[in-house]
């Protein structure tokens, strides 16, 4: 317990008023003495019944797991063994520093006016992966009196496993988008313009007679036309960079979670379109190689693989990485590499490897741009000091538009996207490689 504010206004006011009587006033001391006394006996009142009223039952909750970028609900219901709930409960939490409450980190309150149970609801942000505890409860409210408030440490010893967002492929949107790659409206469009055989036909007035099949036509005595569809089974290769910049914080979250998370929803996108997909990640040196297998079949699997995935302090290799990825690819791939660089020319090395990787196979790649650079560009004021960040953030700007541009040169199709529209972006460009076949 310690003393309330009401308590110590009591105390400051009392003394100030002792020390002005006994200046003018000598022999006021018995009443000063009394008045001293009666605070005293209320305060060890006021104790008294706080200590045998205030017993209470707590439990709390909170769900096994959750996504990173989401929020979790930790439920705490409060019970008195006697009696009813004092007015107010406030209630801290003392948990690990990837969960965060907000500002100041004061969750809130429950209220249980004369109620047999109060309950609070509070929302805890999962701000990166890996498995996470909330150590204490803290209840504080005030005595019967409000002379003191009451102060209790609650030991909770709960854990959440906070795993990479994958609510777009539950929620259906990414299957969405997907599925009229394989049927109606764009499968039909895409039939007789790529490269895989779908069946034969009669020839009628209008087809293209290049694709007449003249050794069935001599054999079936009539024109046959050999129709053909977009290719399936095509081998998608994730490939993420878990380096120093790609544990840089950009809105609330690393680089290298919003890459997993979309990383995850390319590969169910693919396993609906019929696709293989790999798994691949490097920072100084090569880390985790995860074969090609059915999309769908390799969502489980990738998903565990990439909640498991550390954040590195470690400088990139992509020389070394990307030169150990390409001798572990026997076939013409999709690579989509998730990767960063600072400026142009700690840029050069990750262009000449990505450069050999476009040889043999089609390169994806996708880097996060900061949304408050072009904030910083355009300075509402003219300081000295808002003018030198505009300048570096357009320096910035210009240096990423010159390091996508060298790559688009070389046949790398670039995704310089947001944080918030990755995930979309990159599903919207794997539509558009698949219908126009270009793997």
């Given amino acids: 317990m310690r003393p309330s504010s009401s308590l110590i206004s009591l105390v400051l006011g009392l003394a100030a008023v002792t020390v002005f009587v006994s200046v003018w006033w000598r022999d006021m001391g018995m009443p000063l003495i009394g008045l001293w006394a009666v605070l005293a006996a209320v305060t060890a009142g006021d104790l008294a019944l706080s200590a045998l009223s205030g017993r209470i039952a707590v439990d709390f909750d909170l769900p096994p797991q959750g996504f990173v970028g989401h929020t979790a609900a930790f439920t705490v219901d409060i019970s008195p063994q006697k009696g009813r709930l004092p007015e ?30 109060g309950r609070a609801s509070i929302d805890v942000h999962l701000t990166g992966r890996g498995q996470f505890a909330v150590h204490n409860l803290w209840l504080k409210w005030p005595s019967r009196l409000k002379l003191l408030e009451v102060i209790a440490r609650l030991p909770v010893g ?81 490939c993420i960079d878990s380096g120093r910049l790609m544990a840089e914080q950009l809105g609330g979250f690393t680089k290298l979670d919003r890459a997993i998370n979309a990383a995850l929803a390319m590969c169910w996108g693919a396993g609906l379109a019929g696709d293989l997909v790999g798994f691949y990640s490097f920072d100084s040196r090569p880390r985790l190689f995860v074969p090609a297998l059915p999309g769908r079949t390799a969502f489980p699997r990738l998903q565990t693989v990439c909640a498991e995935l550390r954040y590195e302090t470690q400088e990139t290799n992509h020389t070394l990485g990307l030169t ?34 476009a040889r043999h196979h089609f390169i994806v790649y996708v880097a996060l741009r900061d949304p408050m650079l072009a904030k910083l560009m355009e300075a509402e004021e003219t300081t000295l000091d808002a003018i030198a960040r505009s300048v570096a953030a357009r320096q910035i700007l210009q240096e990423r538009r010159a390091v996508m541009e060298k790559l688009a040169r070389l046949g790398v199709l670039c995704l310089d996207s947001t944080p918030e529209a990755l995930t979309s972006d990159l599903i919207a460009r794997y539509i558009e490689i698949k219908s126009r076949e270009m793997i």
Avoid: Y
């Fill in 88 to 117: 107010k409960f406030d209630i801290r939490l003392d948990l690990a520093p990837e969960l965060v409450i907000g500002e100041g980190r004061m969750p809130g309150t429950a209220s249980g006016i004369g109620e047999k149970q």
């Fill in 158 to 238: 709960k854990e959440i496993a906070v795993l990479p967002d994958i609510s777009p492929v539950l929620s259906g949107a990414i299957r969405t988008e997907i599925l009229p790659l394989e049927a109606g409206q764009k499968d039909l469009r895409l039939r007789g313009e790529g490269s895989e055989f779908h069946q034969l036909r009669e020839f009628a007035h209008g087809m293209d007679p290049r694709s007449i099949d003249w050794k069935r036509s001599a054999r079936m005595r009539n024109l046959v036309v050999r129709e053909m569809r977009a290719e399936r089974n095509h081998q998608v290769i994730l």
């Fill in 324 to 357: 150990h990825l390409s001798s572990r690819l026997k076939r013409r791939s999709l690579i989509v590499i998730f990767s960063d660089f600072v400026d142009s020319i700690t840029a050069e090395l990750m262009i000449e490897n990505i450069q050999v990787l």
